[in-house]
């Protein structure tokens, strides 16, 4: 007797439609990307970008919603999607309503497990980067 588990995943796609065509090179360029897509900038939101091998933009999820200063999120809920949509790559954001792109602790810390965990699976985190209304910072590229 042989027993198959079987668990089917569906994508949903909601929001707005945005089309992205250009690669993404710096993290300024993430910025503007970011910006298009953040819900808004009352609370903290965490955005992956889904990338091919020339770095395009192939998908992207508001993977988490927090408060003003926190916004709590676990790798599964970041590299489920990208092994659905076939990234090769991906790069996080998350704005700081504050309006300061200063990294916290927590901040560095979760970049440095999303690269690990990026490595051991094969999509590698190019980047992780802080955005505000009107600048940016990039946590990997320091």
């Known amino acids: 007797m042989k027993t198959t588990i079987v ?8 929001g707005p439609k945005v089309k992205f065509s250009e690669t993404l090179k710096s993290p300024e360029a993430v910025a503007l990307v970011i910006r298009k897509i953040l819900p808004c900038n009352s ?8 990338l091919n091998t020339a770095h395009e ?3 992207f999820s508001v993977v988490a919603t927090g408060n ?12 489920q999607p990208a092994i659905l949509s076939g990234a090769v790559a991906l790069i996080v954001s998350h704005n700081h309503p504050s309006g300061r792109v200063d990294p916290s ?9 999303l690269k690990e ?26």
């Open 7 to 14: 668990r089917e995943v569906t994508v949903n796609y909601r």
């Open 105 to 113: 602790p927590e901040d560095k810390k979760v970049t440095s497990r």
């Open 68 to 79: 003003a200063n926190s916004c709590p999120i676990h790798p599964r809920e970041i590299f």
């Open 57 to 59: 933009v192939i998908a």
């Open 117 to 142: 965990v990026g490595d051991l699976i094969g999509i590698k985190l190019l980047d992780h980067v802080i955005v505000t209304d009107d600048s940016y910072r990039s946590i990997l590229l320091e």
């Open 43 to 50: 609370r903290e939101h965490f955005i992956a970008l889904y």
